[in-house]
């Protein structure tokens, strides 16, 4: 098993940046598939993106692409979102998520095993 603890949420101005951090306890971290997901007031929790275990491979939603970038330092067992130009429509709780295997496929809640508790992103207008 893998424990996730993310950090680096915070209040923003709109058009300013974040990045954030998933920090990987237990089982070798290099072993998983790591994934962003958020989840906005009233709404259901949606896939941002992922990065393979090597970090050779990434997935992202429409909705960031040219925004944000996943990344990853297996050798500091942690993950990173970095999130540039955000805006109030970003304002979400972000959670980290990590699976054996990888897949573009893989964009549903259900197909991570582990989750972080989350971490807050508030983006003012």
Do not use: H
């Amino acid at each position: 098993q893998v424990q996730l603890v993310e950090s680096g949420g915070g209040l923003v101005q709109a058009g300013g940046s974040l990045r954030l951090s998933c920090a990987a306890s237990g089982r070798a971290f290099s072993d998983y598939t790591m994934a962003w997901f958020r989840q906005a007031p009233g709404k259901e929790r949606e896939f941002v993106a992922s990065i393979s275990w090597n970090g050779v491979f990434t997935s992202y939603a429409d909705f960031v692409k040219g925004r944000f970038t996943i990344s990853r330092d297996n050798a500091k067992n942690t993950g990173y979102l970095q999130m540039n130009s955000l805006g109030p429509e970003d304002t979400a709780v972000y959670y980290c998520a990590a699976r054996a295997g990888y897949s573009r496929q893989f964009t549903r809640n259900i197909d991570y095993a582990y989750w972080g508790q989350g971490t807050q992103v508030t983006v003012s207008s």
